[in-house]
């Protein structure tokens, strides 16, 4: 067979797309010892100073697939230190072959190429023979080994930019359903509309939630799902905020379904752009489309309702209460003196604190998605009348205080009842009597108020309110005491660490200062 069809008969190996590249390695060098009339022939991976067989045919022992041995100590050696194509009809005669190589593998007649990969050089196509050659290799044969390698070469690049194409669409994959878990897991539902807003996707939980499957909202207008014009004029509005970069929100927003319930929704709107503009060159010009995450809020906006009322009458009666009581014991402390005067005018200090919590507590609802406007607040006053009132009602505790005159925080004078619960806690549960440190320090980032006590510590249970808020049965006032401590203390900025001894317990209250601003 002449030497074009040996070299036709490589292009059609190595163009079968269809074939595996190690197939396609072994047929090129079936084809070369045939073609060449060598015995021999290996394709040698060259890396850190090691030859190591890839893929050979002959029976050579120590060419064949998994074998490897130090560079200086092959044939390739010389090979892929030059531009061209090393050929060597008589190795024993030959200066490019070293005495180690022919000692090592004592081959007679070899013919070699660099193997490219990515500008790098990757190894060896080779053949061989035991025997030196009488005639010398022509170009035409020296042309054919470069095309085994060129062509072995470009065969690498192709597998391993099929690899990458694998591993980025296992990573688009992944992504995808991680993207999809965490829709699953925070949202009820999320839909897509064009620049028109008509709908261009929507996910399966829109059955749950509208009663629609997603194929009958496909190209239909999102007025579909509005119930009213004001839901269709604020759905306007947001959808051209969003058009211009900006995302939307909104809470319970009404939405009809299939059947013409309406529930109410918690909606966050961001914009979609063309996927082929970088993030950094991005503008309004290049937006496609609106995403919409939605939440069924019908169930918490029921049970809100619920609470309001229930939050509302209970706060009525708790003042009104309160209010006679406070009124009485006003009435006492006139009539009364000494002791039993004192005693009536704690009464009527704890009933003045209630008030002002329920007060506290109908402000924190009207207001409870608003951070609050902390102030200036000198937290010495509200200490020393805690102390006091302990005192009243603690006489056999001993309570110290170790504090400058002033200690400005940023926060609200309700931590008051914080900083009661938590000495009022201290007093009642140490040992008899109880003894109680107070110290408070004041540094230019916040003012640490820290309570020590001689007891038994804190249980487990009232522990984790204290430090994460974490909700338990609360079948007691202790318990409902450091719950409403620790809400009152982070909704103030602040926070609440606890350390336990082997007696006793210190709980430390963190207040940011003002700023120097």
Request: hydrophobic residues 35%.
């Amino acid at each position: 067979m002449e030497s074009v069809a040996y070299r036709d008969q490589i292009y059609q190996i190595f163009a079968d797309p269809n074939t595996e590249f190690e197939t396609q390695i072994k047929q090129a060098l079936t084809t070369g010892t045939e073609y060449l009339d060598l015995s021999v022939g290996f394709f040698t991976r060259i890396i850190d100073g090691t030859q190591k067989i890839l893929h050979a045919t002959g029976d050579h022992p120590l060419i064949q697939p998994g074998e490897s041995c130090p560079l200086d100590e092959a044939y390739c050696r010389r090979t892929i230190e030059i531009d061209s194509q090393l050929a060597i009809e008589d190795a024993y005669a030959s200066p490019e072959i070293s005495d180690t190589a022919i000692e090592t593998f004592d081959l007679g007649a070899y013919i070699g190429a660099k193997v490219i990969v990515g500008s790098e050089v990757y190894g060896t196509a080779c053949f061989a023979d035991t025997e030196p050659r009488d005639d010398p290799f022509v170009d035409a044969e020296r042309f054919f080994v470069e095309l085994v390698a060129r062509l072995g070469g470009q065969a690498i690049e192709r597998r391993r930019y099929e690899q990458k194409l694998t591993q980025r669409e296992e990573q688009l994959n992944e992504q995808r359903e991680i993207y999809r878990a965490v829709i699953d897991a925070n949202f009820d539902s999320v839909f897509r509309f064009d620049t028109d807003g008509v709908f261009t996707y929507a996910s399966e939980g829109v059955r749950d939630l509208l009663g629609y499957s997603p194929a009958e909202l496909i190209g239909q207008p999102i007025t579909i799902t509005h119930p009213d014009a004001q839901t269709s004029e604020w759905a306007l509005k947001n959808r051209s905020q969003i058009l211009s970069g900006e995302p939307a929100e909104a809470q319970d927003l009404p939405l009809k379904t299939k059947s013409g319930d309406i529930v109410y929704t918690d909606i966050r709107g961001v914009p979609v752009y063309d996927g082929s503009v970088p993030e950094s060159e991005r503008s309004e010009d290049d937006i496609v489309g609106i995403q919409i995450l939605i939440r069924d809020a019908t169930e918490r906006r029921q049970r809100e309702g619920l609470i309001s009322v229930i939050n509302r009458v209970l706060r009525h009666n708790v003042r009104n209460e309160m209010t006679v009581i406070r009124g009485w014991a006003d009435m006492l402390a006139e009539d009364i003196d000494g002791e039993q005067a004192t005693k009536a005018t704690v009464i009527r200090a704890a009933a003045t604190r209630l008030i002002d919590l329920t007060e506290s507590a109908q402000q924190i609802e009207e207001n409870r998605d608003i951070s609050p406007e902390l102030e200036p607040t000198d937290i010495m006053p509200l200490v020393d009348r805690i102390v006091t009132e302990c005192e009243t009602r603690y006489s056999d505790a001993s309570i110290t205080v170790d504090a400058p005159d002033k200690a400005i925080a940023e926060t609200l004078p309700r931590i008051e009842v914080a900083l009661f619960e938590l000495v009022d806690n201290a007093a009642k549960h140490g040992e008899s009597p109880a003894s109680i440190e107070i110290d408070v320090h004041v540094s230019d980032l916040q003012v640490i108020c820290r309570i020590r006590d001689d007891g038994p510590g804190l249980p487990n249970t009232e522990r984790g309110v204290l430090e994460t808020g974490e909700e338990t049965p609360l079948v007691h006032g202790q318990g409902l005491g450091l719950w409403l401590c620790y809400w009152i203390v982070t909704t103030l900025d602040g926070k609440i660490e606890v350390t336990e001894f082997d007696r006793g317990t210190t709980i430390e209250v963190h207040l940011p200062t003002p700023s120097r601003e």
